[in-house]
């Protein structure tokens, strides 16, 4: 269960630099699209990484946040030159960060995390809960075939179904460009103002009654709650699922131990693991609710 040392995805291989904002722009309620230029970490980073960003020159707050891997930029020749990261805005670094315009300065460190394993699947599920849908437009990309990345090759999945939920119509980012991969959206809010009036876990529900496709797998991210939920439906359907955790983190490259989630062994005893290095991306059934 314990990666080997020198694994690739081990903090050592992450690289600081400082970098300038090309776009910061509103996508829903209080949700935001940050684009940088960084050709040589869009060529490295893989779907479910993840970076830690801080602002330039500002020791306020002192530590960086870590934010999902959303999508990759290409430059008129094809080539990756930069990223899109996508935030909540929560605290005092994320409203700061809402407030940048183009040109201003950030520091980045990455790619941090694992990853989705690149595992061939006839049907690919994906549920996001709040922000969870941030790991998942780069996946989608790979899974359609439309873009490779790190030298990894998946073959493209002949369905793609995005289960998203949010508390409200107004908190959904970046539905459009799931739909724009010609992706299937099912929604989902609380309140009932789009989609589904009720939980995400009842679209997954109602997707895998749906699937015709023989080799299916789930990817979620999202509130704990919801990815425990998904994760027993999933046991008692027989599906493959990974999850990206949330769990809060300080330093984002293993050191400080603040991260850690219980992750069961083959002997069905659990241990802590880091969810910024050995994560953020686990199987399902090996977590310890």
């Not at 300038?20 to 990484?49: H, K, M, W, Y």
């Not at 500002?58 to 870590?66: I, Q």
């Not at 394993?117 to 599920?125: D, G, K, Q, S």
């Not at 073959?155 to 959904?172: D, V």
Request: hydrophobic residues 40%.
């Amino acid at each position: 269960m314990t990666p080997p040392l020198g694994a690739s995805f081990y903090a050592d291989r992450a690289r600081l630099q400082t970098v300038r904002v090309l776009e910061n722009v509103a996508i829903a309620r209080d949700t935001f699209r940050v684009r940088f230029a960084c050709p040589e970490l869009a060529r490295s980073i893989v779907p479910g990484q993840f970076i830690m960003l801080k602002l330039a020159g500002c020791d306020d707050p002192l530590l960086g946040r870590p934010l999902a891997f959303y999508d990759r930029v290409l430059d008129a020749a094809g080539e990756p030159s930069g990223l899109d990261v996508v935030y909540l805005v929560v605290g005092k670094l994320t409203s700061r960060l809402a407030r940048s315009l183009p040109g201003q300065e950030i520091q980045i460190w990455g790619p941090l995390g694992n990853g989705f394993a690149p595992t061939t699947a006839e049907h690919l599920i994906m549920v996001a809960g709040g922000i969870g849908q941030t790991p998942f437009l780069a996946l989608a990309q790979e899974y359609s075939g439309r873009q490779q990345f790190a030298q990894r090759s998946v073959a493209p999945a002949q369905r793609i179904t995005l289960c998203y939920g949010a508390r409200k119509k107004e908190y959904l980012a970046g539905v459009e460009d799931f739909q724009r991969l010609g992706i299937e959206v099912a929604l989902s809010t609380d309140d009932g103002s789009a989609g589904h009036h009720g939980l995400v876990t009842h679209l997954l529900q109602r997707t895998l009654v749906d699937a015709s496709l023989g080799s299916t797998r789930v990817v979620a991210c999202g509130p704990e709650r919801m990815l425990e939920a998904v994760a027993e439906i999933c046991s008692d359907a027989g599906v493959a699922c990974e999850v990206s955790l949330e769990t809060p983190m300080a330093c984002g490259i293993g050191i400080c131990f603040s991260c850690v989630t219980r992750v069961r062994d083959a002997s069905g005893e659990w241990d802590y693991r880091r969810t910024c290095v050995e994560g953020p991306v686990f199987d399902a059934a090996q977590i310890a609710w």
